[in-house]
């Protein structure tokens, strides 16, 4: 670690180090790290596997397949991709001697997380270190981890006695960035002779990279084997190795994604081979309404759900009957063209803990701090959306604080479709509790009993009477503690929830996708796209709207540009946007996007 006091001192410094480096064998493939005769990364462990884990019933399963009229395989690699969040990594470490405070300030997904791992590192507790995150360009899960660089600018502050500053360049990023994805699949399918589902059976192998820091992806993934169709059986098989490439860790989706693919694609070749329409095929091994809650094979109960009326929705805005017209009128022009449709679940989960404290001030604003926060999902706008329809006052009356652990005292930061789920939970449950004191505190102030209090608009209100006094004024009678409260309605008037057991949710939908190709460049046009989406309540469309939007871009630079790749000793071939292609406007057609508003029971607002 070379530090000056600028940043081209400090390059100019690095260049002079020379280090005496011992190049060793190097592996990079998935499968190639399993080889009997494969470099090995960690001497002591002798072989480069590290997970290998089965779920289901094997014995049944064989069975199955063996008496099955039908069978289809598939094998597949679902590509490396890396986050390339707007702004790369970047790190402010300070340190007060005087007080002993450390000060860390970064990009991130979650304070608290960054706070007990700094504090476990330097042997110091919690309350002597503040973790800051402000405005974050994007997280996608590759921001939720303490990487080396943001301790070690805490490590030399604290050395030096001044802050130090650290900023990646892209092809750090590129470089030393947690990617993800990177799985080779094989999977089957065993169908009957009308095209039920009997069973399936899939065998993933991952890349962990050099290192384990999040055995996410592969662990999630298996949950939703059987996707949204009823497949009564299930065995899934699931390998960790070790490999010379950066870590893999969690990316949006996180595995579900990929499981999601491998089922989707097997219905489509057992469409082709037994000659059944795919449309047909999904419909009849859907998950009914009436049999919901459903406990899918891996041992996953889904709750709610309209899962043919996503699929009537999906199929009907993108006019797939017609599509036969347009196939010949793109033949016409020496073109061809393709439609597909897919299905898919989500576990949105999680880590549970999260902290929510609700301020009602007496200067007319509701004050809201939470441990989960945005890169970019609008949590500003959306939860303080909660508080105005909780407590019926202005929009601009409510002020959200994130991203400090100077008075986030608890939380999981945002990851696993988990902020809104857990804010509204938690927001209405502080909202009930201001409530439920403020109407005691303004029965002593109109001088009513507490039952005749109402509370509508923001007001708490003597029934039957005009007699009425605003939150903000209820506020400030606590503070003020008047003649007769009792002490313990008087101070703040305040309320903090927690959440410390998981709270599951699982969104799902219905997307179809139409593309043109040009057989002689083999260029791909994505003509129509329509996604239906089961998020549960909505609270914002709005912003749902535009993550969506950002998560097809993602998937489809993942399916046509995206890809990290390494050659055979471990050197990194795409270290730059020069080689690594990220999805442009004009890749991309206009989503059409609709919703299927079905409320989760998993939780007080229904959000999935």
Not at 186 to 211: M, P, Q, V
Not at 271 to 284: C, F, G, N, Q, T
Not at 292 to 321: E, I, Q, R
Request: contains cysteine; charged residues 20%.
């Amino acid at each position: 670690m070379v530090i000056a006091d600028t940043a081209t001192q400090a390059l100019d410094a690095a260049d002079q180090i020379v280090v005496d480096y011992a190049p060793l064998p190097a592996v990079t493939g998935i499968l190639a790290s399993l080889d009997d005769d494969a470099p090995v990364l960690w001497d002591g462990l002798g072989h480069n596997l590290c997970v290998d884990d089965v779920k289901g019933d094997a014995a049944t399963v064989a069975a199955t397949f063996e008496t099955a009229a039908h069978r289809v395989h598939l094998e597949i690699v679902n590509n490396r991709v890396t986050g390339v969040p707007m702004e790369p990594r970047a790190a402010i470490g300070d340190y007060d001697a005087e007080t002993g405070k450390i000060l860390l300030l970064t990009g991130s997904q979650g304070v608290n997380r960054f706070q007990r791992e700094l504090a476990h590192v330097f042997n110091v507790e919690q309350s002597d270190i503040r973790v800051v995150s402000e405005d974050v360009g994007g997280g996608y899960g590759t921001r939720n981890h303490l990487y080396s660089e943001f301790t070690l600018v805490v490590w030399a502050a604290r050395r030096l006695g001044l802050p130090v500053k650290w900023t990646a360049t892209r092809s750090d990023c590129f470089l030393s960035d947690y990617s993800g994805r990177d799985l080779v699949t094989k999977a089957e399918l065993a169908l009957d002779a009308e095209g039920n589902f009997l069973a399936i059976r899939t065998e993933n192998t991952g890349n962990l990279g050099s290192h384990n820091v999040s055995f996410v992806p592969i662990a999630r993934g298996p949950t939703v084997t059987t996707n949204l169709y009823d497949i009564p059986h299930a065995y899934v098989v699931t390998r960790g190795v070790f490999t010379n490439t950066a870590p893999v860790t969690a990316y949006r989706g996180a595995g579900r994604p990929e499981a999601i693919f491998v089922i989707e694609r097997l219905i489509d070749i057992a469409a082709k081979e037994m000659e059944i329409d795919p449309v047909s095929l999904r419909r009849r091994n859907l998950i009914p309404d009436a049999a919901l809650p459903y406990t899918n094979a891996m041992g996953v109960t889904y709750d709610t759900g309209k899962f043919g009326h996503s699929m009537d929705l999906a199929l009907g805005d993108a006019d797939w009957d017609e599509y036969p017209k347009r196939r010949d009128e793109s033949r016409n022009r020496g073109k061809l063209r393709g439609i597909g449709v897919a299905n898919y679940i989500e576990t949105a989960t999680g880590w549970p803990v999260e902290r929510a404290e609700m301020t009602i001030l007496p200067d007319g604003i509701v004050d809201l701090v939470i441990g989960t926060q945005a890169s970019g999902q609008g949590h500003e706008t959306s939860f303080a959306q909660l508080a105005v329809d909780f407590l019926g006052v202005p929009f601009d009356a409510v002020r959200l604080r994130t991203g400090d652990t100077a008075f986030v005292a608890e939380g999981s930061g945002s990851h696993s479709s988990r902020s809104m789920r857990l804010a509204g939970q938690l927001f209405r449950q502080t909202s009930d509790e201001i409530i439920d004191k403020g109407k005691q505190i303004a029965a002593h102030v109109l001088e009513a009993a507490a039952e005749d209090i109402s509370f509508t608009d923001g007001h708490f209100q003597v029934s039957g009477t005009d007699k009425a006094l605003s939150l903000f004024d209820t506020a400030k009678a606590a503070a003020d503690g008047p003649t007769g409260l009792p002490k313990d309605l008087q101070g703040v008037l305040a309320a903090v929830s927690d959440i410390d057991v998981p709270m599951p949710a699982y969104p799902n939908g219905c997307h179809v996708a139409e593309v043109e190709i040009d057989p002689d460049t083999g260029t791909v046009e994505i003509m129509r796209y329509t996604g239906v989406d089961d998020v549960g309540r909505v609270i914002n469309p709005l912003l749902v709207d535009g993550q969506t939007q950002g998560g097809l871009v993602q998937g489809i630079g993942q399916a046509f540009l995206e890809c990290c790749r390494h050659d055979s000793t471990g050197q990194l071939l795409t270290g730059s946007f020069m080689d690594y292609a990220m999805p442009r406007a004009d890749d991309v057609p206009y989503f059409r996007l609709l919703h299927n508003e079905v409320p989760s029971t998993n939780n007080l607002m229904g959000i999935k």
